[in-house]
């Protein structure tokens, strides 16, 4: 199975390379088609996902302490990240010519056939 990558560009943030598409189809809706991408995108600004735990003023009765799972506030401070991300892109119908699909990163490209 091969993944898809996706095609975001946030501020100066890029999709560099794409590790793998693939393409899902399900028997149960013919009409409807699965884009899966995989890559390593380049940030410039890291915005991180973080557990903030909840504040308490009283201690609540299950015992159950939480943390609710977030992304944090970009930090203003440039960085160099390289992070693993997938996308899931829907499609309803292609041309009727389309024999595959082919996702482009700034560095490379991968082609799955249809």
């Not at 699965?34 to 890559?39: D, E, L, M, P, S």
């Not at 995108?41 to 410039?44: G, I, S």
């Given at each position: 199975m091969t993944w898809l990558r996706s095609i975001i560009a946030v501020m100066n943030d890029t999709i560099r390379f794409i590790k793998d598409i693939r393409i899902v189809k399900d028997d149960n809706?013919?009409?409807?088609?699965?884009?899966?991408?995989?890559?390593i995108?380049?940030?410039?600004k890291l915005i991180a996902p973080v557990l903030v735990p909840k504040k308490y003023d009283t201690i609540p009765e299950d015992g159950i302490y939480e943390l609710d799972f977030v992304l944090d506030e970009p930090n203003n401070e440039m960085?160099?990240?390289?992070?693993?991300?997938e996308v899931?892109?829907?499609?309803?119908?292609l041309p009727d010519w389309a024999k595959g699909?082919?996702?482009n990163a700034s560095e490379n490209s991968d082609i799955e056939l249809i």
């Open positions: 809706e013919p009409d409807l088609m699965a884009i899966k991408a995989r890559g995108a380049e940030l410039k960085a160099n990240v390289e992070l693993e991300v899931v892109f829907r499609v309803k119908s699909i082919k996702v």
